[in-house]
């Protein structure tokens, strides 16, 4: 058998479909992959594409190719049903004629071949071998996350960013919960760029935010399940309100980096710090107010923590396990 084919949705691409691929690749020579996709999905068809053909990128016995198809001119459904099969084995016939075999671990992939007219190999359609599904996936990703292969994973990582003003703890909470939660964190990147608050430039700003999109970015592959980062986009654009009456506009790069899906604002009701390089106390209260109106602003919702540094801990891993786990 030289040429193979198999088709599916791979949202998300995963280790079931990992066996899959590996099972064709053994009995072909050559194989196509077709990620099909339609406008209707929840995970963009060139997100998907992009997961499976940076897994295989390398083999040269494999093609994947992003298939997008009119779902009212051919069924969407993976139910496994003979008048859906035979359409799609007219579309598939038509445009890849030179075709051996045909590779599923769906019932429906014996209709397929059968109407097309070629050969069906059946790969494990009890999910025995290995038991995912992508609904399972898609539904808990965290309970099956060693099902996620790493180029997946930043997919469902889930982001939690702490803000709020200085001396009120952020950094080491954010470094602490990393460790509780056994994965990565990103810590602010202003310190690496100013000395002083009250040294910072406009430009600056902007410089730190670049920065801390990027290290969010780069960061994020290596995150499990969870990514913790100190401080964000909004906190840097109050900065500029606070300090300079000006509203910053960074890149949409950055906008779209600082995407969070809980926020954690840690209260001023804490002992200050002054470590030589801080507003005062004053201004660090007066700061927080500022923090919280740019919060309105884009409308983020958060969670506030209160009291000294273990009850913010221990409130935080309530939230955390709450809403994640």
Not at 3 to 32: E, S, Y
Not at 53 to 64: I, L, W
Request: charged residues 25%; glycine residues 4%.
């Amino acid at each position: 058998m030289k040429n193979g084919l198999l088709l599916g949705k791979f949202m998300p691409f995963h280790k079931g479909h990992m066996a899959l691929i590996d099972f064709a690749l053994a009995n072909v020579q050559f194989l196509k992959i077709l990620v099909c996709a339609h406008s209707n999905e929840n995970i963009d068809g060139t997100t998907r594409y992009n997961w499976v053909k940076g897994f295989y990128h390398a083999n040269a016995a494999v093609e994947v190719i992003l298939l997008e198809y009119d779902e009212t001119a051919l069924p969407a459904t993976s139910v496994s049903s003979r008048e859906a099969s035979a359409k799609w084995a007219s579309y598939l016939k038509a445009r890849f004629p030179a075709t051996d075999v045909f590779i599923s671990s769906e019932p429906y992939g014996e209709y397929v071949a059968d109407y097309w007219n070629i050969r069906f190999l059946c790969f494990d359609i009890k999910k025995q071998i290995v038991p995912v599904s992508a609904t399972l996936i898609r539904r808990q990703p965290f309970k099956y996350w060693d099902y996620i292969p790493p180029v997946v994973r930043s997919y469902f990582t889930k982001k939690i960013c702490l803000a709020g003003a200085e001396s009120t703890g952020k950094s080491v909470l954010t470094e602490r919960l990393a460790a509780y939660y056994e994965t990565a964190f990103v810590p602010e990147t202003a310190r690496d760029i100013i000395t002083e608050t009250n040294n910072c430039t406009l430009n600056d700003l902007y410089r730190i935010a670049a920065a801390h999109a990027k290290a969010i970015i780069e960061t994020t592959p290596c995150a499990n399940k969870l990514l913790f980062v100190d401080t964000d986009i909004n906190i840097t654009k109050s900065y500029g309100r606070f300090l300079f009456d000006t509203q910053i506009t960074p890149e949409a790069w950055i906008e779209e980096a600082n995407r969070f899906d809980l926020y954690l604002f840690l209260e001023t009701d804490c002992p200050f710090v002054q470590d030589g390089t801080r507003l005062t106390k004053e201004e660090r209260d007066k700061l927080s107010l500022f923090h919280k109106k740019q919060f309105a602003v884009n409308g983020v919702t958060y969670h506030s923590l209160k009291g000294n540094w273990e009850d913010r801990f221990t409130s935080a891993i309530q939230l955390i396990d709450k809403t994640f786990f």
